[in-house]
């Protein structure tokens, strides 16, 4: 991986160890000092010029997007969603963007709070054995993404949108910080309002303000990228769309060429077997710090984007704004916010976890912790207008398909994501919820931008739901690197159902029937095998995690209930292979 577009970043609030300060230099060759004064540094892979000089503050952005000259660091993370420290000389700010899409990690040692672009930058500052974080793992197993502000290791964690680290100079205290971005406590929508035009409007403006460089847009049969390549020929804008396989049935590949056509777009499609089962899985992960399991179907595009170098347009979280994606009309319609909030949680979990992939105690506590965890998210949103939004927003969006865009197109090359612009997101705060439902609002939408367009077949269409028949995600290969990795899971007791191991070593489902009791067909089988070992991918994930980190982690114990043979202290670096050598200089420049 190599910090190109976006930089690298590292650095720490409070006085430094001096020991730690020089491990933190050495984990990328070629650290340039930014901000050095005795209770912060800020280090980066190249020389970041400040947006704001004057009266004493100066202030860096860590993203790919420069915000305006003179702006205070609020008004940095709401127009570029930047993420940034900024110092005047009282406080120094560390803080994300509004959203939070750009990830910083931060580790409280001693009295100091280090902080990086990366997890593995903060894990060698301190050679005490590092401990698993199993909420987190929780909600990864389960809902595929994580949801909060915590990592896979214990005490490193994630600055979430709006949220910032504040370093007081004179104290020397680090405290938290929270602020409301503008889209915060918006009214709701009037009932059937929501204006198609109004809408086009604000996202031509929002597309317009990043400028036109030539592009690369990925482009699937669905309607987000079709509306934002609608957009990006508005503009004028140079734009190359690309298509792969999403390895769900439907016929991404032939209605992208249909789109692409009609707007007078170049089109490259991009063979998902260029890259094996097994390098896509190991080289996303890897990238992504598994911290999600999913996005493996983009692995051979997402090095095509990286490799060509240009620009890539990101049509994330339009299905959220104007699709109500994950926000099915019964979590609309509920009467209180506990019905909201489980029938969210319902949706967010379409998709995870399903079938015999976990052992009864642990498949128990992971879904409860995973349901624990999406509570104290949904308490702080519950009694915002457009609650639902945000919170979906908050969590699937910005830190499940979020990390696609920042970690398997950049950092290496800039991408740009219109629909997180402040005004796009308060304009869909004026299209009645209900008006979204089953994507009404959305088809008006795309009609009102190019009726020819939106008249061509999508992979929304019920007509085009993949059919049943064999998947990648289920074939051999796919079960050979979930085989691998679901193994090293088993050193956890209790965490792998036995059947799994069965159904990734054979490729037979055994002891599934339809409901009147009669055997599955052949059909059906491949279905089913497809969707567990999909559902197995979080397990996978996390194998591949101890794979690789085993040699740091000290104890494993399962916060499940375990048989009584499977009790006492579990060290897992003397039951999983190791991998030598320290975490330290990793990443590349």
């Not at 903060?122 to 909060?148: N, S």
């Not at 279905?527 to 101890?546: H, N």
Request: hydrophobic share 45%; aromatic share 6%.
């Amino acid at each position: 991986m190599r910090f190109v577009a976006r930089p690298f970043v590292c650095g720490v609030l409070g006085r430094p160890d001096p020991e730690r300060l020089a491990r933190l230099r050495r984990v990328m060759p070629d650290l340039v000092t930014v901000h050095e004064r005795p209770d912060v540094v800020l280090l980066a892979s190249r020389e970041l010029t400040p947006y704001r000089t004057d009266g004493g503050a100066l202030a860096w952005a860590f993203g790919d997007r420069q915000p305006a000259e003179g702006v205070d660091w609020r008004t940095a993370a709401i127009t570029a969603d930047a993420a940034g420290l900024s110092d005047d000389g009282e406080r120094a700010v560390l803080h994300a963007g509004a959203h939070g899409y750009l990830d910083i990690f931060h580790r409280r040692l001693g009295d100091a709070t280090w902080f990086a672009s990366t997890i593995d930058a903060l894990l060698d500052l301190d050679p005490a054995p590092l401990d698993i974080d199993w909420d987190t793992w929780a909600c990864t197993i389960v809902l595929t993404i994580p949801l909060a502000e915590r990592t896979p290791f214990v005490g490193v964690a994630r600055l979430l949108g709006a949220t910032t680290l504040v370093l007081d100079h004179t104290t020397g205290a680090v405290a938290d910080g929270r602020w409301d971005p503008p889209w915060s406590g918006l009214p709701a929508p009037r009932p059937g309002a929501g204006d198609p035009r109004m809408i086009l409007e604000v996202m031509h403006s929002a597309v317009a303000r990043h400028g036109d460089a030539p592009t690369v847009l990925p482009l699937s049969g669905g309607y987000d990228s079709r509306l934002l390549s609608i957009l990006l020929r508005d503009a004028r804008i140079p734009t190359t769309t690309m298509t792969t396989s999403k390895d769900d049935g439907r016929d991404d590949v032939g209605i992208a060429r249909e789109v692409a056509a009609a707007l007078g777009q170049a089109h490259t499609v991009v063979d998902p077997t260029g890259l094996t089962y097994a390098e896509a899985a190991d080289e996303s992960l890897t990238r992504m710090e598994y911290r999600a399991a999913q996005h493996l179907w983009s692995g051979a595009m997402a090095r095509r984007i990286r490799a060509d170098g240009v620009r890539v347009a990101d049509a994330i979280a339009l299905d959220t704004l104007f699709h109500n994606e994950h926000m099915p009309g019964k979590a609309i319609l509920a009467p209180s916010g506990p019905e909201r909030e489980a029938a969210l949680f319902a949706a967010l979990w379409r998709g995870g976890l399903r079938g015999k992939v976990l052992g009864a105690e642990a498949a128990g506590w992971l879904v409860e912790t995973a349901r624990r965890r999406w509570q104290a998210r949904w308490a702080g949103f519950q009694d915002d207008p457009n609650g639902l939004i945000l919170a979906v927003l908050s969590t699937r969006t910005t830190m499940g398909v979020g990390i696609m865009g920042q970690w398997l197109y950049g950092p290496e090359v800039s991408v740009v994501m219109p629909a997180i612009d402040a005004d796009v997101v308060a304009a869909s705060f004026t299209v009645d919820q209900l008006r979204k439902v089953d994507g009404t609002f959305y088809r008006e939408l795309l009609a009102a931008a190019d009726p020819e367009v939106a008249a061509i077949r999508s992979t929304r269409d019920p007509a085009q739901r993949g059919a049943v028949g064999e998947r990648v995600k289920g074939g051999p290969a796919a079960r050979a690197w979930l085989l691998e990795h679901t193994r090293s899971a088993t050193t956890v007791p209790g965490l792998v159902h036995p059947r799994l191991i069965e159904l990734l070593e054979t490729g037979r489902v055994k002891g599934v029937t339809n409901p009147d009791g009669s055997p599955i067909t052949p059909e059906h089988e491949l279905k089913r095998r497809s969707t567990i070992a999909q559902s197995a991918l979080g397990v996978g994930t996390l194998g591949a995690w101890l794979d690789r980190y085993g040699d740091r982690i000290g104890r494993l114990d399962p916060p499940w209930p375990v048989a009584p043979t499977a009790t006492g202290a579990w060290s897992f670096a003397s039951r999983l292979r190791r991998r030598s050598g320290s975490l330290v200089g990793r990443i590349r420049p």
